[in-house]
């Protein structure tokens, strides 16, 4: 069975780093692209950043040069490291798996960022 579980989330403060991480199990998770993807209340689902088969990565504007998404391959785990954090991070953030034929999604991680 496939399974990604997400850890990480929690309360912080603004212009404050959380990192979130990944674990997969089931799948090669190096062999897939991984997406962080958030949802925030109201709001639809945006993909946040992306790390490919191949180790290169995209991100949303909104995030470019404060997160970085990394894989560690022993621990067959993705990371989102967050800095700089704004309330309008505020989401249910979700890691993704995708392969031709394939998608998985974790159950979520709730991130809160207030004062």
């Known amino acids: 069975q496939v399974q990604l579980v997400e850890s990480g989330g929690g309360l912080v403060q603004p212009g404050g780093p959380l990192r979130l991480s990944c674990a997969a199990s089931?799948?090669?998770?190096?062999?897939?692209?991984m997406g962080w993807y958030r949802q925030a209340p109201g709001k639809q689902r945006e993909l946040v950043a992306s790390?490919?088969?191949?180790?290169?990565?995209m991100y949303a504007d909104s995030v470019k040069g404060r997160f970085g998404v990394s894989r560690d391959i022993a621990k067959n785990t993705v990371y989102l490291q967050m800095n700089s954090l704004k309330p309008e991070d505020t989401a249910v953030y979700y890691c993704?798996?995708?392969?031709?034929?394939?998608?998985?999604w974790g159950q979520g991680t709730q991130v809160t960022v207030s004062s």
């Open positions: 993704n798996a995708r392969v031709v034929g394939s998608i998985f």
């Open positions: 790390i490919t088969n191949g180790h290169s990565t």
């Open positions: 089931g799948i090669i998770a190096s062999t897939y692209t």
